[in-house]
């Protein structure tokens, strides 16, 4: 079975390298980099897995994270974020950035590679859930269920994997509405963690994003979400 391949990025070199020992041991391919300078260098779209410390020199992991989302090549790659940085603003922010999880230091290795495991079955199942093999379309708003891009008038959309599969269950049903518990346990179905909080960051990016189709999302107050048409 091939190995999967993980990227740890932060400047503290003994950090990267007990990361780096530990992710090999439990099975997988792992490079490192001491700087968001350095990982910028490399071909990021060979990994399966990126780990980012947040708090690094002049380009931080946020930053590092921006890039990385904005790239049509690595927009969908799950990222997690290691930092000492404990406030709910940071972890809201990480969360808008595409952050699929987010471990606080100092942390136990065993955690990390439990998240690390978490991270990459839902990516697993992800890809193998079975779609239609059509697209959905509302107006000039096309998702692609083949290929798993979004379009509007035939621009490429950045969107996240969390991000397509909530638009996809929303537009595959409009005017359905979806509870947020609903939406939790169809998109981050292993991860008990996650919460209500999580779904609205989602959606608020993902009205960002789909522009002028943003209003089509409407919230329906007590319940959930839906697609208007």
């Not at 190995?3 to 997988?28: M, P, Q, R, T, W």
């Not at 946020?62 to 940085?85: E, G, M, W, Y």
């Not at 998702?143 to 379009?151: F, G, H």
Request: charged share 30%; glycine share 4%; with cysteine.
């Amino acid at each position: 079975m091939e190995k999967k391949h993980v990227l740890v990025v932060d400047d503290e070199d003994s950090l990267c390298e007990i990361l780096k020992f530990n992710l090999e041991n439990a099975g997988y391919e792992v490079d490192t980099a001491l700087s968001a300078e350095e990982a910028l260098s490399m071909d990021l779209s060979v990994y399966q897995l990126l780990i980012f410390d947040v708090m690094m020199r002049d380009i931080s992991g946020f930053q590092l994270a921006d890039i990385v989302k904005k790239n049509r090549n690595t927009s969908s790659i799950p990222i997690i974020f290691c930092t000492a940085k404990d406030s709910e603003e940071d972890t809201v922010h990480g969360l808008n950035l595409g952050a699929d999880d987010y471990i606080l230091k100092p942390f136990s290795v065993k955690e990390v590679i439990a998240r690390v495991e978490a991270v990459m079955r839902r990516c697993i199942r992800a890809g193998a859930d079975e779609m239609p093999d059509t697209s959905l379309f509302f107006d000039k708003l096309v998702l692609d269920t083949v290929t798993k891009r979004a379009s509007v008038d035939g621009e490429d959309l950045s969107l996240t994997k969390k991000e397509f599969e909530i638009l996809f269950l929303l537009l595959q049903k409009p005017g359905r509405v979806f509870s947020r518990d609903e939406l939790l346990k169809t998109v981050w179905p292993d991860n008990v963690l996650v919460t209500d909080r999580t779904v609205d960051v989602h959606i608020t990016r993902l009205r960002k994003k789909i522009i002028p189709y943003d209003k089509n999302v409407v919230t329906r107050l007590g319940y959930g979400y839906c697609f208007e048409v």
